[in-house]
């Protein structure tokens, strides 16, 4: 049986996916969006910064996408977990294990977006994930407003801890970075943190104290506990891109892919939107706009307007 054509498959139906679907349909392009629907916000109840939708669920978000994106004749939307995209005689073929009660998918397109984004390890500490979304956050931009002048934990396990902490002093001015006994916060880093009266606490958590409806302190190893009524935390990402093992494609020593300022990758035919490439801001309308960049740099490179890909999109 011969496989279904597209001109543009998309993997991955967040901000970024959908927003590039939704340019290239309207460019008339046949687009279809191969989305796993597994968002790693799924815990967060209200997106925030988003023109027009400051406020709104993360997965209604993604559903009004969807729906914008199925309301043009030449766009579809299906439920799927890619599993691979290989180099085809006449494009790239892509294959996606059914979810949802989906059909699986195996079919052709000329170009590829990549917009899968990162799956996230969180801290080690037990209870996390029960106040992940509603008491503690990642993204600081998105959530700082709704937590500003509380008694803020900042939990992590990386060596970017100060600058993050820096960055939360505008929004409170009682704040401790919990390095859970492994991130690292330099003497130097600690000293600046200090002056602005943040405190840095390198014991290791034993876990959190609080139901799921409240947060009320972090308790250490030895017991003590330090009240604090929400916070943020950093997680360490990787990326989702396991379905584009077997392409010949260009990456930073974390596995995020390589473009140029509109998103093409080393490979020509294969793009990338969103998260999938390294990491910047974290807010949905960020991801959103860059789907949109690489919706203009694909319809063109399909029309033939860019002669040199190195050029930035006319």
């Given amino acids: 049986m011969t496989a279904e054509t597209f001109e543009v498959v998309v993997i991955g139906g967040g901000p970024a996916g959908l927003s590039a679907a939704l340019n290239l349909v309207r460019a008339r392009r046949r687009v279809l969006v191969v989305d796993a629907n597994r968002p790693r916000n799924a815990a967060t109840l209200k997106a925030r910064g988003f023109l027009t939708r400051d406020g709104i669920s993360p997965l209604e978000l993604r559903k009004l996408g ?5 309301a043009y004749p030449n766009g579809e939307v299906t439920f799927a977990h890619a599993q691979s995209v290989v180099v085809a005689p006449n494009g790239f073929r892509i294959r996606a294990s059914g979810v949802r009660g989906a059909a699986d998918v195996d ?4 170009v590829v977006v990549i917009a899968t984004g990162v799956s996230e390890t969180l801290p080690a500490v037990p209870s996390i994930r029960a106040h992940y979304g509603t008491h503690l956050h990642s993204c600081i ?8 002048d509380t008694p803020l934990a900042l939990i992590g396990e990386t060596n970017d801890l100060a600058e993050r902490a ?6 409170t001015s ?3 970075v919990f390095t859970n006994a492994v991130g690292t916060v330099t003497d130097d880093e600690e000293r600046t943190l200090a002056r602005l009266g943040v405190r840095v606490e390198r014991r290791a958590i034993d876990d959190l104290v609080g139901e799921r409806a409240t947060l009320t302190g972090v308790r250490l190893i030895d017991g003590t506990v330090i009240d604090r009524v929400g916070g943020f935390v950093r997680p360490e990402w990787t990326p989702s891109l396991a379905f584009v093992d077997g392409l010949d494609l260009d990456r930073d020593e974390d596995g995020f892919l390589l473009t140029d300022a509109n998103g093409r990758t080393s490979l020509p035919g294969v793009y990338a939107a969103g998260e999938s490439t390294p990491p910047g801001p974290q807010q949905l309308i960020v991801a959103a ?3 949109a960049v690489v919706a203009a740099a694909v319809n063109r490179d399909l029309i033939g307007l860019t002669v040199d890909r190195s050029d930035p999109v006319l």
Avoid at 141 to 148: H, L, P, T
Avoid at 166 to 171: A, E, I, S, V, Y
């Fill in 141 to 148: 931009e998105c959530d700082g407003y709704e937590k500003a």
């Fill in 66 to 70: 969807r729906e914008e994106v199925e």
């Fill in 289 to 291: 706009g860059s789907g």
């Fill in 174 to 176: 009682d704040l401790i």
């Fill in 107 to 110: 079919v052709i397109a000329q």
């Fill in 166 to 171: 820096l960055l939360l002093t505008q929004w």
